[in-house]
């Protein structure tokens, strides 16, 4: 690969975010370069082995489309039709809390981007940054061909973690009130799962992803994993294996080596206890084996950042709608606790009580991508500008997706005429993400 190649854009990391950015962007005729530290695509989904998509409709229709959607259907015309949503609550639930399959994703996105045209770098870490009067000049990055410098006119930052704008001392807020994050979760995967057997079970009563019925027993015996008080969610992956987003590692900070690798440990360590509920509660465990866990713990929340506009609570609840709507959301304010102590736990009850009915949503406005102080630099995905309740709902994959295919329509829109990120037309900015299939209204 050539390194010296100039580039209109750099999208720095290939979660959700950065692949709806990179293909954006390049679709719209620009040369981009996609830097990510893994050696394959897809974020946490397949870096952290998140186990399924988060809801892409408003309860009646999709919502989340374009390219989010696109890779959703891409993914599920390859795997395993999951029994276990489909018909719930009457509806047919093809497009909400579908599993995901890493490796068809990790494959479908990679083999996408590339034939959109952009230049794709794995096992490349973004280090630093060179930043004049607002202006990013170009990103340091490093990998085993050493440390260089790569140039582009625009960047939009990706990694989760508002690295970007971090290293070039732009503004954030981290974490609560006092400086503490949610929990992770080291998700697993599991094989010799008897999925009939299953499915008969939750039939029978009514069990849901989150095994209420299953993990209530458990605690009746006094049997349920110390310090946790339900199971995020089981997804069938395949015929025989569930993913199992299960577990939570407390008190550590996810930019701190040290605290990354205790945690790390912490959770691994913790497996054959959570291993020991599945096969003692769940019907169709019994015989199950811990296939693997995410090649890194999962990570809810980091930084976000200081943006031109800040979504908050209030325009979550207010259903809020914005002349500069690059995106449409309804995921309800889902705050996995920071610590185990019983008063953190009443965060997590505004998942239930935060609900929209069926229908409703909320806007994302173009002004909480763009990070104050810059004017060629975009944020996109979970640390986009939003008070901490609001991060609990645009947190999630199809909106990471909306949010970074917005970005990259942005950024082929500057670069064609060469102007910055605040000076853009909204109107022209819509219309073309509405073209490519975004739902804006
Ligand atoms: C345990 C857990 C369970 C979850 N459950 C669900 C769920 O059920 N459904 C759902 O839809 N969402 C779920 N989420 C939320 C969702 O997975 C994330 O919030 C979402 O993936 C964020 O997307 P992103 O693109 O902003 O960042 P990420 O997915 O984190 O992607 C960022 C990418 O940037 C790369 N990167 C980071 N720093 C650098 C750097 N300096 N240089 C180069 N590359 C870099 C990373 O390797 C990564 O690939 C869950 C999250 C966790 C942690």
New binding site residues.
């Given amino acids: 690969m050539n390194y010296t190649k100039e580039y209109d854009l750099i999208v720095?990391?290939?979660?959700?975010?950065?692949i709806g950015a990179a293909l954006s962007a390049a679709r719209n005729g620009i040369k981009v370069l996609l830097?990510?530290?893994?050696g394959f695509l897809?974020?946490?989904?397949t870096?952290?082995a998140?186990?399924?998509?988060?809801p892409y409709t408003d309860g009646e229709k999709v919502i989340i489309s374009g390219i989010g959607l696109e890779i959703l259907n891409l993914m599920k015309q390859e795997s395993y039709k999951s029994p276990f949503y489909d018909n719930k609550e009457g509806r047919l639930k093809e497009y909400d809390w579908v599993p995901i399959d890493p490796e068809i994703l990790k494959r479908v996105s990679e083999q996408l981007v590339i034939k959109s045209g952009c230049d794709i770098l794995l096992h490349?870490?973004?280090t630093g940054v060179t930043v004049l009067n607002g202006m990013i000049k170009s990103v340091n990055v490093h990998n085993k061909g050493g440390n260089l410098s790569i140039h582009a006119n625009y960047f939009i930052d990706?990694?989760?973690?508002a690295?970007l704008v971090a290293m070039s001392g732009g503004e954030y807020e981290y974490g609560d009130e006092l400086g503490l994050v949610q929990a992770?979760?080291l998700?697993f995967r599991i094989a010799n799962f008897d999925t009939d057997r299953f499915m008969e079970y939750a039939r029978e009563n009514g069990e849901d992803g989150n095994l209420n019925v299953a993990v209530k027993k458990a605690k009746e015996n006094n049997e349920f994993p110390k310090d946790e008080r339900y199971v995020?969610?089981i997804a069938l992956q395949a015929d025989g294996m569930a993913g199992l987003?299960f577990g939570h590692v407390y008190h550590f900070n996810p930019l701190d080596g040290a605290d990354l690798t205790r945690a790390e440990i912490e959770a691994r360590s913790r497996l054959p206890e959570f291993m020991n509920f599945l096969k003692k509660y769940v019907p169709g465990a019994e015989h199950a084996v811990l296939a693997s866990s995410g090649p890194m713990i999962?990570?809810?929340e980091s930084r976000r950042i200081k943006g031109d506009y800040k979504l908050t609570k209030e325009d979550y609840y207010n259903r809020a709608n914005f002349s500069d709507t690059i995106a449409r959301y309804s995921y309800p304010i889902d705050i996995h606790a920071a610590t185990p102590n019983h008063d953190d736990y009443e965060a997590n009850r505004e998942y239930v009580t935060s609900k929209y009915k069926i229908g409703e949503a909320y806007s994302i406005p173009y002004r909480a991508l763009i990070p104050v102080g810059f004017s060629n630099l975009l944020v996109a995905?979970?640390?986009i500008s939003s008070d901490r309740a609001m991060m609990g709902s645009v947190?999630?994959?199809?909106a990471?997706f909306a949010t970074?295919e917005a970005a990259g329509v942005a950024a082929a829109i500057c670069s064609n005429k060469t102007i910055d990120f605040r000076t853009i037309s909204i109107k022209e900015l819509q219309e073309k993400l509405m073209k490519q299939g975004a739902i804006l209204n």
Wanted: net charge positive; aromatic share 2%; glycine share 24%.
């Fill in positions: 720095a990391g290939g979660g959700p975010a950065g830097i990510e530290r893994a897809g974020g946490m989904a870096n952290a998140v186990p399924a998509f988060c490349t870490v973004v990706c990694t989760g973690d690295d992770g979760t998700c995020a969610g987003n999962g990570l809810r995905g979970r640390t947190r999630v994959m199809p990471c970074g």
